[in-house]
């Protein structure tokens, strides 16, 4: 229900974006390359982070990068950040760890610059099973996203 819900937020705005179904989950980078047969620098992961005051942040970066938290936490005007948990993840988001799209969630945005050198890229579809390809200045633009350097 979630990915369709996805699918009609995408619609509803003209995106030419194009959701992937598999077999096989595709929860982590490793995973989602392999099904896609591509690179894990073009699987993006969108990760929830919690500021100091309780905030939820959603983090966009390259599959092969990390987020460094102090950079997330520069950049946010925050003291610190913190990743999320598990029910924190599906609270703020509605969607499990595995499944975050990069957009249709509401929450204040930081994408990687590095991830803005694809013309593609594929990232949470809703669900496990289900990989979002779009590109990622429509990304940037759906979720009025901040384009930053927060990765190591």
Partial sequence: MKTENLKKYLEERKVDAELHEFQKHTMTVEAAAKQLRTTPEKIIK????????????????????????????????SASVRIAKAREVERFTRYRIGEVPPVAHGLRTFVDH????????????????????????????????EIVDISH
Avoid at 55 to 72: H, I, N
Avoid at 121 to 145: H, K, M, N, W, Y
């Fill in 114 to 145: 590095r991830v803005m050198k694809f013309s593609r890229v594929f990232g949470g579809g809703g669900s496990t099973r289900t990989l979002l390809e779009i590109s990622p200045r429509d990304v940037a633009r759906l979720a009025d996203a």
């Fill in 46 to 77: 969108a990760l929830v982070f919690i500021d100091g005051s309780g905030t939820p942040l959603l983090a966009v970066v390259s599959g092969d990068r990390r987020v460094d938290e102090q950079k997330l936490a520069k950049v946010s005007g």
